[in-house]
């Protein structure tokens, strides 16, 4: 934030400010709140007869207003003096807007020298947003939605302040060059990047996602929409930078280029599917996959911490097990799924591939098999994990699902017989279960035989 300290010292600093274009002093003004900038207006002479600030637009259609929402938005704006500096514009609407009307309020706010613009509305008809929105020298955060379709984007795009970009369903549909990329390529100073609800197979776009400059990347979409990429699909992340990945989707044919040098931090859930179809069940034959994460696998190898985010991830990396490169720097690895039937086949060849592992946390419970007269409870898939003797993991986190059931017993009685260097294991029972239930699982467990001799066990109950 821009400080305002106080003092005769500082005005005279201030009134230096005044050789200042307009619009750079409308960027200044944007990052402050309406109290800062107020401050502002009386210390520095010539902004005292420049500029007045609205600290925040909201327009929502939710709210009461007489008329039509159109007419409401227009008249808000219209309002507004010649010299009104306007910070932050949100406008939502679930009704279908027109899209002349649409870029007219973003001219409106634009040339006020808005620094964060919000459009959560349904749709655009296909219709251009304002060149405008493309070349605003003001705007450092921006999220546009819903279901807006960008066709084109202008050779000149440049958006030197953008640090925040959110699109939600939003659909580039561009019939010359990639609308998507030359978005990217008009933010030299990008941080932050979130997709929601990122179809990428209904796309017309060149498959690339390049920034130098991005840190943070998200992106998601809801796997139970299913999945329709019957042609051919290639997706490549040229963002050395990135510190930061959440990344949830189907996967393409192939990633041709992954460049995530600078990665520290991973969540993945990955879902592969069979002959370009997915039927919302999890696949048991690798034979007839028709997409291939094996490079994307390769580029997440320099990451300090994983998590994977669902059993289908477990699955792909194990059908890809070969593809699993050596995680020197790993050193926290966070297992999150919601089917405890799915085998952990793939664990075996991630921990072999893990040195430097210190902690492991397993959030969705423990997978373990019904008991028969032909299958103990501990599932073959877990039974045979003769890589945890040479495991490096000090810390373990459990949580158990089943009340202390005798599978998850067996389990854990697994790990702490193998784990020769753990230090620590914290278990937390997250059911609703009597006192004598607590207690039973807690003798239970601290009678447990130890590979560590100076393992603690911590037990927790909801």
């Given at each position: ?7 005769t ?12 274009a ?27 007869n420049?500029?007045?600030?609205v ?24 309002l ?30 634009l040339?006020?020298?808005v620094?964060?613009?919000s ?45 925040t ?30 997709i929601?609800g990122?179809?990428w197979?209904?796309?017309r776009?060149?498959?690339?996602l ?10 998601t979409?809801?796997?139970q ?5 019957f ?23 192939a ?47 320099n990451v ?18 070969e ?9 926290h690895?966070?297992m ?6 799915i085998?952990?086949r ?29 299958l ?6 877990v039974?045979e ?19 202390g ?12 017989g ?10 937390h ?9 607590k ?24």
């Open positions: 934030m821009f400080e305002v300290p106080n003092g010292h500082w005005c005279k600093k201030m009134d230096r400010m005044s050789g200042l307009d619009e750079t002093l409308n960027v200044i003004m944007g990052f402050n709140g309406a109290t800062e900038a107020a401050r502002v207006l009386t210390l520095a002479k010539r902004f005292r420049l500029h007045t600030v600290g925040s637009l909201n327009l929502d259609d939710i709210n009461d207003f007489h008329g039509t929402f159109s007419e409401f938005v227009s008249e808000r704006l219209g507004l003096e010649d010299n009104q500096f306007v910070r932050r514009f949100s406008l939502k609407a679930r009704a279908i807007l027109d899209p002349a009307d649409i870029a007219q309020w973003l001219r409106d706010v040339k006020r020298g620094v964060d613009v459009l959560h509305i349904h749709g655009n008809n296909g219709a251009p947003l304002p060149l405008e929105l493309f070349n605003s020298r003001s705007v450092g955060m921006l999220r546009l939605g819903r279901h807006l379709v960008i066709s084109e984007v202008p050779a000149t795009a440049a958006l030197p302040a953008l640090e970009l959110v699109l939600d369903s939003v659909r580039f549909h561009a019939f010359g060059d990639c609308a998507f990329q030359a978005f990217l390529s008009a933010c030299p100073t990008l941080k932050d990047l979130t929601n990122w179809f197979e209904t796309w776009w060149g498959g690339m390049s920034n130098n400059s991005l840190q943070r990347l998200t992106i979409r809801r796997m929409s299913g999945f329709d990429g042609d051919y699909q290639e997706i490549s992340f040229q963002t050395p930078s990135l510190r930061y990945l959440d990344y949830t989707n189907f996967v393409p044919d990633y041709p280029v992954v460049n995530l040098e600078s990665l520290e931090e991973a969540k993945i859930d990955l879902q592969v599917v069979e002959d370009r179809e997915w039927f919302g069940e999890l696949l048991e034959d690798p034979d007839h996959l028709s997409n291939n994460p094996t490079n994307f696998i390769e580029g997440i190898k300090k911490s994983l998590t994977l985010s669902s059993s289908s991830t477990f699955q792909t990396l194990y059908f890809f097990r593809s699993i490169p050596l995680f020197e720097n790993l050193h690895l966070t999150r799924h919601s089917d405890m039937r085998c952990w793939f664990l075996p060849f991630l921990l072999s591939k893990t040195p430097n592992l210190k902690t492991l946390h397993i959030e969705g419970g423990l997978h373990y098999a019904q008991k028969s007269e032909s103990d409870y501990v599932c073959k898939c039974s994990y003769s890589c945890l003797s040479s495991c490096a993991v000090e810390f373990m986190d459990i949580n158990l699902w089943d009340d059931a005798e599978g998850e017993m067996e389990q854990i009685k697994h790990f702490l193998k784990l020769a260097h753990l230090e620590l294991l914290k278990v029972s997250l059911g609703s279960i009597s006192d004598g239930e207690l039973r699982i807690t003798n239970h467990l601290l009678m447990l035989p130890r590979a560590s001799p100076k393992c603690k066990v911590e037990i927790s109950f909801r």
